[in-house]
């Protein structure tokens, strides 16, 4: 049982860390690792949650190939580092944003976890399937995801091509 | 389904209230995560970093999906992290694509100077 509070709460602290990483790192290089670490320490914290499925998706799909697909376009074009934070009119605006956005969550959460139910929800794969098809209400959306991603490579295929005559 | 339930008691069947204090904490990370992903949207310059910080605000929804799941006990919350995922997919992959078509009209990744679309 505490080796369960120790793995969620230190995957947090991991989290949080690369979080924090991902956006201060000039190298996108750097910033793409930075995302694998967050995203796998995610995976954790699902795993901790319950829901081991969306645990080893999180790895197989984020971690493994979302994120290869951008170490593979970082490395491609030679991205150069990031020249420095942007100073001025946005830069001020982010912290801006983010002081609100921050103050937001922060009262969100903890008006909303007092009355939030807790229940014993540990789920395995076949659960997700029995949810996804076994009635109608996620199953037309799961069957237009397949024509999104079929669209998705289509046009991911016809943006990078290169031109005839070029 | 028996086979089922007794495969959950047998390996996550112990729960304590140690665990109560998982779903704020979770919720209390994604709503941190998501605000580093918006600043990190707006202070980086380079477009790929600027993709990257979106796929942060997408797991920090992804994480509070779980969290939500979690805590009314349906399967609904890990659904949708399904679909957040074949999202980001499909977008990752478009976006990129634009990313090499830029590299290769434009030859320079950094956000300000696309400004074609200015009035």
């Known amino acids: 049982m505490i080796l369960d509070v120790i793995l969620f709460y230190g995957a947090a602290i991991v989290a949080l860390a690369s979080g924090i990483s991902v956006i201060s790192q000039r190298n996108p290089i750097n910033s793409a690792f930075s995302l694998i670490v967050t995203m796998c320490s995610l995976a954790v914290m699902f795993a901790m949650l319950g829901s081991g499925f969306i645990a080893v998706l999180q790895v197989v799909v984020y971690a493994g190939a979302i994120m290869v697909l951008f170490l593979f376009v970082i490395m491609l074009l030679n991205a150069k580092q990031d020249e420095g934070d942007r100073a001025g009119g946005i830069g001020r605006a982010a912290v801006f944003l983010g002081i609100i956005l921050a103050v937001q969550s922060v009262m969100v959460v903890t008006k909303g976890a007092q009355t939030l139910p807790e229940k014993h929800a540990v789920t395995v794969s076949a659960d997700v399937a029995r949810g996804l098809f076994s009635s109608p209400r996620f199953l037309y959306a799961f069957e237009a995801t397949s024509i999104l991603i079929l669209s998705a490579m289509v046009g991911a295929i016809v943006v990078a091509r290169k031109e005839k005559g070029k | ?119």
Do not use: W, Y
Not at chain 2, 65 to 92: N, P
């Open chain 2, 1 to 119: 389904m028996p086979n089922l339930e007794a495969f959950q008691t047998a390996t996550m069947g112990g729960f304590s209230a140690a665990h109560a204090g998982f779903v704020p904490a979770a919720l209390a990370v994604s709503a941190f995560l998501f605000v580093l992903g918006a600043v990190g949207v707006f202070i980086r310059r380079n477009v790929i970093t600027v993709m990257m910080c979106i796929e942060l605000m997408l797991n920090a929804v992804n994480l509070a999906f779980v969290a939500f799941s979690r805590a009314h006990g349906t399967i609904d919350g890990q659904i949708l992290v399904f679909f957040v995922f074949t999202v980001a997919a499909a977008e990752a992959a478009v976006g990129l694509a634009i990313v090499i078509a830029l590299q290769r009209n434009r030859e320079d990744l950094d956000v300000d100077s696309f400004n074609l679309l200015k009035g």
